[in-house]
């Protein structure tokens, strides 16, 4: 007991007075002593962060955090409702030359060989590069293609001709040699289109999506030529 008692006594006695005098302090005195003393036995690299050090915070103390807001990147493009909204959807129905769409087809030929990378001719219908040839053929772009409709379920637009100036999900809208804008529904429609001396053919219920969406999309079975 004797040993134990001793221990306490000693645990409590004050430090010697040239260590730390017995003082009464408040607060402000005893963090200014206390730095003072830091400052004083600490090495010179330590003592740059010793107002930082004096920042205590607990574990079980109660904090407030406050979450970043993240800045939401600004998109570089129209969505589709904007552009509907603005009319950009919308081509006007008059002021059309057909003559003035030169350009366009020729552009459009040129990304067309690029594309399928015809360096002679296309691959016959029994060769081994025949599906991947059409697979292309049906995720290429068509605006600025000169194309006909050689099968309808609406008669009046058999025989139609025109460079394609816009393609939505289920529509063609062309110029016709006669510079007039019409409108074709892709799924009753049976369309061809010519590449030097290649005929393509194209059912227009296989293609009925978004150009966009076309690119990615991979077909689900079997093709029936038919409308």
């Not at 962060?49 to 955090?65: A, G, V």
């Not at 057909?98 to 296309?122: C, F, V």
């Not at 290429?140 to 001709?161: H, Q, T």
């Not at 804008?181 to 219920?205: E, H, R």
Request: aromatic fraction near 10%.
């Amino acid at each position: 007991m004797s040993s134990l008692t001793d221990i306490k006594s000693l645990l409590g006695t004050n430090l010697p007075n040239n260590i730390l005098p017995v003082r009464k302090y408040n607060h402000e005195q005893s963090t200014n002593y206390l730095k003072y003393v830091l400052k004083k036995n600490l090495p010179k690299s330590d003592n740059k962060n010793l107002t930082n050090d004096f920042h205590w915070q607990f574990l079980l103390d109660r904090h407030s955090f406050q979450k970043k807001k993240r800045l939401q990147k600004k998109k570089s493009f129209l969505s589709r409702k904007q552009r509907s909204e603005l009319n950009l959807l919308k081509l006007p129905k008059t002021g059309w030359s057909y003559s003035s769409l030169q350009a366009i087809r020729s552009a459009w030929k040129d990304y067309m060989k690029e594309n399928l990378n015809l360096l002679t001719a296309a691959p016959d219908c029994a060769e081994q590069d025949w599906n991947s040839f059409s697979t292309i053929v049906g995720k290429s772009e068509l605006v600025g293609a000169e194309m006909s409709v050689i099968k309808s379920k609406v008669p009046s637009l058999v025989g139609m001709k025109g460079t394609v100036v816009l393609e939505s999900k289920m529509t063609f809208q062309i110029v016709t040699e006669s510079s007039k804008l019409k409108t074709i529904v892709k799924d009753s429609s049976v369309f061809c289109f010519y590449l030097d001396n290649m005929k393509f053919t194209v059912y227009g219920k296989y293609i009925a999506t978004r150009p966009s969406e076309r690119s990615v999309k991979k077909n689900k079975g079997p093709m029936v030529p038919e409308i």
